[in-house]
């Protein structure tokens, strides 16, 4: 049976990214970020794609809540009509159809009720994985530049070395390949340059949400 995604989001996301580093300075360490990264990134898109089931089916369900009080309240009216010309075999006729209404509607609202839940539920799960995967990037970004300047502190004072600067700059490009490679998509630039200014870009969106929560709760209060 293959895993759920409540199971497979709950592995990942309580996964210690301690153990990923250490893999990491073992002998494979471009293997281990591959494997990694794309477990993540299949999450999230197998994730989002159940998303997009869940959200249809709301839809449909809603669509058909809709035709189905609409033919209810139609019967109403036509119930009133045969009633009047004493057609009490079609009155009858209409009521069964809205007792056969009556019963369904129940179910319909219950799926919609679930969808949105689970619509919920899926939204949360994604933001999680999102968030394990802006961890696990920042720590092996951290990772493979404290390397670099390792290998520069044990450079023989006889040969010209690099300086710590350039090394983790090939470093993080070195991650940015692979992440690029791993997840099919043009990675994040990890260069010290434009990294310092993503954190700093990223840094500031999560405080406007933080900002924004604060609202919301001294509104609450008011």
């Known amino acids: 049976m293959s895993e759920s995604i409540t199971r497979r989001v709950a592995r ?9 580093v250490d893999a990491v300075e073992s002998s494979a360490p471009e293997a ?22 869940q959200v249809a089916q709301k839809h449909l369900a809603s ?21 009047a010309n004493g057609r009490d075999d079609l009155a009858e006729a209409g009521i069964a159809q809205q007792m056969d209404i009556e019963a369904r509607i129940p ?44 290998n520069t502190a044990t450079v023989s004072s006889g040969k010209h070395a690099d300086n710590a600067t350039d090394k983790a700059e090939r470093a993080s490009d070195a991650f940015g390949r692979v ?12 260069g010290l340059g434009n990294a310092g200014k993503l954190a700093e870009l ?9 900002a924004e929560r604060l609202a919301a709760l001294k509104a609450g209060k008011s």
């Open 63 to 83: 669509k058909k809540l809709m035709e189905e009080n609409s033919r209810y309240e139609l019967l109403a009216g036509q119930l009133e009509v045969a009633v």
């Open 202 to 210: 990223e840094e500031l969106a999560r405080k406007n949400r933080v």
């Open 32 to 53: 281990v970020m591959e494997q990694a990264i794309r477990e993540l990134d299949a999450a999230i898109a197998d994730t989002r794609a159940e998303l997009g089931q």
């Open 12 to 20: 990942l996301v309580s996964g210690s990214v301690n153990a990923l």
């Open 107 to 150: 179910v319909l609202e219950a799926s919609i009720s679930d969808c949105a839940n689970r619509e919920k539920e899926l939204e949360g799960f994604i933001q999680a994985l999102q968030a394990k995967k802006r961890e696990m990037k920042a720590e092996l970004t951290a990772f493979v530049q404290s390397q670099a300047a390792r």
């Open 179 to 190: 992440l690029e490679k791993a997840s099919g998509i043009a990675g994040r630039d990890t």
